[in-house]
T-cell receptor
Framework: GAVVSQHPSRVICKSGTSVKIECRSL??????MFWYRQFPKKSLMLMAT?????????EQGVEKDKFLINHASLTLSTLTVTSAHPEDSSFYIC?????????????FGPGTRLTVL | KQEVTQIPAALSVPEGENLVLNCSFT??????LQWFRQDPGKGLTSLLL?????REQTSGRLNASLDKSSGRSTLYIAASQPGDSATYLC??????????FGSGTKLNVKP
């Protein structure tokens, strides 16, 4: 199956700093990628849809100025957590599918664990 | 908005047992449903994908069924092994590839 990578896998930062997380589709092009976050012992919550060449679409309750998404190419989407605070500590996962349209299998990255001190 | 529920939340069985994990969803207008496995602190491993037009999919000891009209899916694991211990998540694709996840079933298979 298609491969999605994330970098970094783990990051620890001080409160107030910004952190950038990269999501790459390694062997396919993805016009759309998705960002999820997972709280400890909870399920994944969709944060936003990242669209190549246009603005991201955020789910209700997700602060777009807090979580900046840039989909600069067909293989790369970035999530920047701005002015991070301890409550932003979480596991962030991206996904993409390798086909046009809907109904295709989603491939998920390995996740990035963010810890804000 | 799609709501996905998984029952049970946790399950502990002795090795060798067959078991069933349940997933239900509120909106039957789905494109597909995917079952994942997540090990502690790790990402997601895709197990099975069922398209909305399909009734079931099989991969090795795993069998997933889908009853779209009733909003239900089951994951059947045959002859469970300790290596199957993990959290199992079901996710429903009901809005242009946006996936809505259940809260998962944490499975422990005892040797």
């Amino acid at each position: 199956g298609a491969v999605v990578s994330q970098h970094p896998s783990r990051v620890i930062c001080k409160s107030g700093t910004s952190v950038k997380i990269e999501c790459r589709s390694l062997d396919f092009q993805a016009t759309t990628m998705f960002w999820y976050r997972q709280f400890p012992k909870k399920s994944l919550m969709l944060m936003a849809t990242s669209n190549e060449g246009s603005k991201a679409t955020y789910e209700q309750g997700v602060e777009k100025d807090k979580f900046l998404i840039n989909h600069a190419s067909l293989t790369l989407s970035t999530l920047t957590v701005t002015s991070a605070h301890p409550e932003d500590s979480s596991f962030y996962i991206c996904s993409a599918n390798d086909g046009a349209g809907v109904g295709n299998e989603q491939f998920f990255g390995p996740g990035t664990r963010l810890t804000v001190l | 908005k799609q709501e996905v529920t998984q029952i049970p939340a946790a399950l502990s069985v002795p090795e060798g047992e067959n078991l069933v994990l349940n997933c239900s969803f509120t909106d039957s207008a789905i494109y597909n449903l995917q079952w994942f496995r997540q090990d502690p602190g790790k990402g997601l491993t895709s197990l099975l994908l069922i398209q909305s037009s399909q009734r079931e999919q099989t991969s090795g000891r795993l069998n997933a069924s889908l009853d779209k009209s009733s909003g239900r899916s089951t994951l059947y694991i045959a002859a469970s092994q300790p290596g199957d211990s993990a959290t199992y998540l079901c996710a429903v694709n009901s809005n242009f590839n946006k996936f809505y996840f259940g809260s998962g079933t944490k499975l422990n298979v005892k040797p």
